[in-house]
């Protein structure tokens, strides 16, 4: 079965640093997603992508949040300056319909500890 | 904007027995209901999920409730086994058929499932 892959599994950096996330979706799946989830909390959702252009995104993707799919194949979310608050598990996420999120497929995710 | 509340918190069940999880909903326009399974240090995984326009959905042990008029749905898991443990999000989306809108996820329920 065809998987959403994420790297690195595990990132920890310093406050203030940039940080990148990396997925590579299914290669059908048209609209991808980031969600996060802080320990023991809820999975919340960041942001959506389709060709090539944000869709949709939350409160929380404010401007020291980006994405982008630079090549067609990875799918990449930017912290530019990390704070504290954003350790927490991040997901990517893709489907086929982008009707709602249907059927959504996550990554193994990336734990991003802030330090 | 969508708000979706999850109870209980943690449901302690005898194997064998049945387990309920309920959510409720705010937005009217949410059409699209999944529920997630997540195990411990491990990705959401789509478990079943149900359309406004239907009112129950079941796949074997698993089954979806929804009551559009009271913005509730359940899930409902009979025979429950020791590997039914695990963290079990409910969500909801507007899903307009067009954008590709994020999912709003409760706050998820730890079921443990007694020997």
């Known amino acids: 079965e065809p998987e959403v892959t994420q790297t690195p599994s595990h990132q920890v950096t310093q406050m203030g640093q940039e940080v990148i996330l990396r997925c590579v979706p299914i290669?059908?799946?048209?609209?991808f997603y980031w969600y996060r989830q802080i320990l023991g909390q809820k999975v919340e959702f960041l942001v959506s992508?389709?060709?090539?252009?944000?869709?949709?995104k939350s409160e929380i993707f404010d401007d020291q949040f980006s994405v982008e799919r630079p090549d067609g194949s990875n799918f990449t979310l930017k912290i530019r300056s990390t704070k504290l608050e954003d350790s927490a598990m991040y997901f990517c996420?893709?489907?086929?319909?982008?009707?709602?999120?249907?059927?959504?497929?996550f990554g193994s995710g990336t734990q991003l500890s802030v330090l | 904007g969508e708000n979706v509340e999850q109870h209980p918190s943690t449901l302690s069940v005898q194997e064998g027995d049945s387990a309920v999880i309920k959510c409720t909903y705010s937005?009217?326009?949410?059409?699209?209901f999944p529920w997630y399974k997540q195990e411990l240090g491990k990705r959401p995984q789509l478990i079943i999920d149900i359309r406004s326009n239907v009112g129950e959905k079941k796949d074997q042990r698993i089954a979806v409730t929804l009551n559009k008029t009271a913005k509730h749905f359940s899930l409902h898991i009979t025979e429950t086994q020791p590997e039914d443990s695990a963290v079990y999000f409910c969500a909801a989306s507007i899903g307009s058929g067009g954008g590709a809108d994020g999912l709003t996820f409760g706050k998820g329920t730890h079921l443990i499932i007694q020997p």
């Open positions: 937005d009217s326009a949410s059409n699209y």
């Open positions: 996420a893709g489907d086929l319909q982008g009707s709602g999120g249907e059927k959504l497929f």
């Open positions: 290669s059908n799946h048209l609209y």
């Open positions: 992508f389709y060709n090539n252009e944000i869709s949709e």
